[in-house]
């Protein structure tokens, strides 16, 4: 049995035994006992396309979402134990969850996963403005403008969107998730066209991001996940990368995770939050 199955296993055990007792339904030692199907864990997925999957199998989902997203894998995992509402979408802020994503959630909701932040720093247009020699200006704008939301802006909007989450949904375990460094540090990578100074600031910038997702999941009082460490040794220019690499760059996937990256990078980060104990 995985281990995200034997979790949700307990928190069925767990659920339906509490069920049982506060509705004076706990039969006598004499009694018959009297088996009851429990309602399944409601869990909600929020964020952008890393958490939609987008990338990790073809989907004509008009939100990218795919049955191999690292949501889907976690609901798959406990066999009808969690009725999954995936709301993310790509191309989704932090504001997008704040203001229309959490209206998937309610007090009812059990489990809520969250992968945002990247698309406020527009990462994947720096890359674009800064691999041009003829944009070196753009190039060097955005880059300014990255700093400022990473140390201004960002803090702020992270801590405002995880409180409309808990908000909405009181009594969830609430799981924000970083994201994985999109380069090896190599200094040669014939698959990836990009130079090596951009794919360091690359890295640089998401670690930042990683670093305040941290802080403001930590602030919030909820759950940080740090999928850098299962990414480890499988990031572009890597030689089993679980990313999308140029070949990506026609339907806009790259640098998202492939479906190895969700099964073997998220999937078993998240599982391992300890999602049990808050039942």
């Not at 989704?92 to 489990?111: E, F, I, N, W």
């Not at 009594?171 to 040669?188: K, N, S, W």
Request: glycine share 6%; proline share 6%; with cysteine.
């Amino acid at each position: 049995m995985s281990y995200p199955s034997t979790i949700f296993h307990r928190v069925v055990a767990v659920c339906a035994a509490v069920a049982l007792t506060a509705t004076g339904w706990a039969a006598p030692a004499t009694a018959v006992a009297v088996s009851v199907a429990p309602a399944p864990l409601q869990y909600v997925a929020l964020g952008d396309s890393y958490a939609a999957g987008f990338g990790a199998e073809p989907t004509r989902d008009a939100c990218g979402r795919t049955s191999a997203a690292y949501p889907a894998l976690l609901a798959r995992e406990t066999h009808g134990g969690v009725a999954l509402r995936n709301a993310s979408c790509v191309g989704a802020t932090t504001a997008d969850v704040t203001h229309r994503q959490v209206s998937s959630l309610s007090p009812r909701t059990g489990l809520v996963t969250i992968t945002a932040g990247a698309n406020d720093l527009q990462v994947a247009r720096v890359l674009r403005s800064c691999a041009n020699p003829a944009t070196a200006i753009d190039c060097r704008t955005a880059n300014a403008a990255v700093d400022r939301k990473l140390a201004a802006t960002m803090p702020r909007d992270l801590g405002r969107m995880i409180r409309a989450v808990t908000t909405a949904a009181p009594d969830a375990r609430v799981v924000v998730t970083g994201y994985p460094l999109p380069f090896a540090r190599a200094r040669q990578c014939a698959t990836v066209p990009v130079p090596a100074k951009l794919r360091a600031r690359a890295n640089q910038v998401v670690q930042r991001l990683n670093r305040v997702l941290a802080t403001a999941a930590a602030r919030e009082q909820v759950r940080f996940v740090d999928v850098e460490q299962t990414f480890a040794g499988h990031a572009l220019c890597n030689a089993r990368p679980w990313l999308v690499g140029a070949e990506g760059m026609r339907d806009n996937t790259a640098l998202h995770p492939t479906a190895t990256g969700h099964a073997r990078g998220y999937l078993p980060a998240v599982a391992n939050t300890g999602l049990a104990d808050r039942f």
